[in-house]
């Protein structure tokens, strides 16, 4: 026998096998250990015993696999058995004799009293003696469990719970805005699963014979309409969920106007509720004078509200709407409400859009043209996109037969990218907004200015867009604010955009007839809002018409 350490059949172990007929299931129950008094011996020289020579402990085994004409055989001494020299170890089945004897090499095994300790995991490999055809077999009877094995069935097992809890179709509730949970149960599943927030909040009512949303306990005098929290519900892995975009009709709208609110949606079932929310005015400047309500989709996947402006003859400066969807990031547009008090007498206001200006004959008009800005850069962590600019704010466009003339619109701060520290980019400024001019003596220039380019300041501060030209309304076409930096110390902000440019000019029509000018007004540019930190919208393009 060359190996020094080894396991034999004994004798008992072969009269198993001599006195089956076909193969003969041998059916293992612990793991003898002992010091054999401090003698070591050739377990070939102890085949005849049916214990070893000085037992001192005895554990379960744990597993036995069968790979090929060898079985490994498990089983773990725990931390609180020791305190000797393990020389002998030994195999029994249910009667408690030694089917297998084997050595050790004499290694102490301590306790945690003697100052180190901890288990000791027994690998034993046993291969079949020539000519037996032998099945080896734990007893299902043993429960022992080492670490590792309790940590493997301990993780299947809250897989499996997770599984059964989080499964498609099941809803969850999270009041932290930032929870989401395919993020959250990655550790769980091993992959992002797909899930869907709810667009609204549902109500919660006292009784089952309440409808839903119902105002509760007014005979009690203390009447409520309880709400839960966001609600998120598990889709199949891969599924598209809904999808929202929100428009407005109009960027700006003077007191006394109407804006119309527009929700486009695909996934969503017909009379499905989506929650909405205005900030940035006062309930009195709108009619219906309420600052948050509910979306109903209809069959088209659409739902509108509509607002009337209130002209107050009140001077206290433009405001900006801003309309949101509550629940779905990134669903917000802006109006920018004018107070048309101070408007200079005998001057119209022109906003986004296209318009004709009829000249009379004779007749001379002033057109004040001023650019809206362009939007502010956002900030996003690398991995995803890395185009997180804002963008242009659009020209103005003045024409008559062969004259184009061109108020620029304010060039986007661009994108910020952070890349754990290892890399990372800051967003750069927009410049301001420059003037194309082509026109001939029917037009003089009043005013040629370019806009203001943003300039980058500290990365404690956002990052500020330029500021507006002045006009007789108000300084309304500046560049909108790059994003907070994303990444440690603020690094990574996204640019400031640049203003736009303004251009006035006096047109006289010398001619008998009457003729139209046209004016094209192009539209804000807007801030990054698809991830990360967002951007801002810059300021508006108007065009300032006085006839003489």
């Known amino acids: 026998m060359s190996a020094t350490y080894y396991f034999t059949l004994t004798d008992y172990g072969s009269s198993l096998i001599a006195n089956a007929h076909n193969i003969q299931t041998i059916q293992l129950i612990d793991l003898h250990l002992g010091d054999a008094n401090g003698l070591p011996y050739s377990p070939i020289s102890k085949k005849n015993r049916t214990n070893l020579v000085n037992k001192r402990a005895s554990v379960p085994i744990q597993s036995i696999e069968i790979i090929g004409n060898i079985a490994r055989i498990t089983a773990t001494i725990e931390s609180h058995i020791g305190g000797f020299n393990v020389h002998e170890l030994g195999l029994t089945d249910a009667t408690g004799q030694l ?27 046993i291969q079949a003696e020539a000519g037996s055809n032998v099945l080896i077999t734990v007893s299902p009877n043993n429960v022992t469990a080492n670490k590792d094995w309790v940590l493997a069935t301990l993780t299947e097992s809250i897989k499996q719970a997770f599984l059964h809890i989080y499964h498609v179709g099941s809803w969850h509730g999270s009041n932290n805005y930032n929870y989401h949970p395919a ?45 839960s929290t966001r609600i998120w519900q598990r889709l199949e892995d891969g599924a598209t969920g809904p999808t929202y975009q929100l428009s407005t009709n109009k960027t700006v709208v003077d007191e006394g106007g109407q804006i119309t609110f527009t929700l486009q949606t695909t996934g969503l079932a017909t009379g499905t509720p989506v929650d909405w929310s ?26 509108f509200q509509t607002f009337n402006i209130i002209a107050d003859n009140k001077t206290e400066g433009n405001q900006t709407l801003a309309f949101a969807l ?5 669903q917000q547009v802006s109006v920018m409400i004018m107070d048309t008090s101070k408007y200079p007498e005998g001057q119209q206001t022109y906003y986004e859009g296209t318009h004709t200006l009829s000249v009379a004959a004779n007749q001379t008009m002033s057109i004040d043209m001023f650019a809206a800005g362009g939007g502010g850069g956002g900030s996003v962590y690398s991995g995803g996109t890395h185009e997180d600019h804002g963008t242009n704010g659009a020209n103005i466009i003045l024409s008559y037969l062969t004259n184009t003339l061109i108020t620029g619109g304010g060039k986007a701060g661009t994108g910020g ?20 001019l082509n026109a001939d003596e029917s037009f003089i220039i009043l005013e040629n200015t370019a806009g203001n380019t943003a300039v980058i300041g500290s990365r404690w501060n956002r990052q500020e867009g330029a500021v507006a030209l002045p006009s007789s309304i108000g300084m309304l076409n500046n560049g909108g604010a790059g994003a907070w930096g994303i990444g440690d110390e603020k690094w990574s902000y996204g640019g400031g955009g640049g203003s736009g440019a303004r251009l006035k000019v006096q047109f006289t029509n010398s001619s008998e007839e009457a003729i139209d000018l046209n004016l094209v007004i192009g539209g804000r540019g807007l801030g990054w809002k698809n991830s990360g930190n967002y951007g801002d919208d810059s300021g508006i393009g108007f065009a300032l018409v006085t006839t003489t």
Do not use: C, R
């Open 183 to 227: 993020t959250a149960l990655k550790l769980f599943f091993g992959y992002e699963t797909t899930w869907v927030l709810w667009p609204y909040v549902p109500k919660g009512v006292a009784s089952m014979g309440d409808a839903i949303g119902a105002i509760s306990g007014i005979n009690t005098g203390a009447s409520f309409q309880a709400a």
């Open 278 to 303: 205005i900030t940035g005015i006062q309930s009195d400047d709108i009619s219906p004078s309420i600052m948050n309500g509910q979306f109903i989709i209809d069959a088209t996947g659409k739902a």
């Open 99 to 125: 089917v297998y004897i084997g050595n050790y090499h004499g290694g102490y095994k301590p306790v945690l009293s003697d100052g180190a300790g901890g288990e000791l995991a027994l690998v034993i490999d």
């Open 417 to 436: 990218v952070w890349g754990n520290g290892s890399s990372y980019t800051n967003g750069k400024a927009g410049i301001g907004g420059v003037n194309t």
């Open 326 to 330: 509550t629940f779905i990031q990134g």
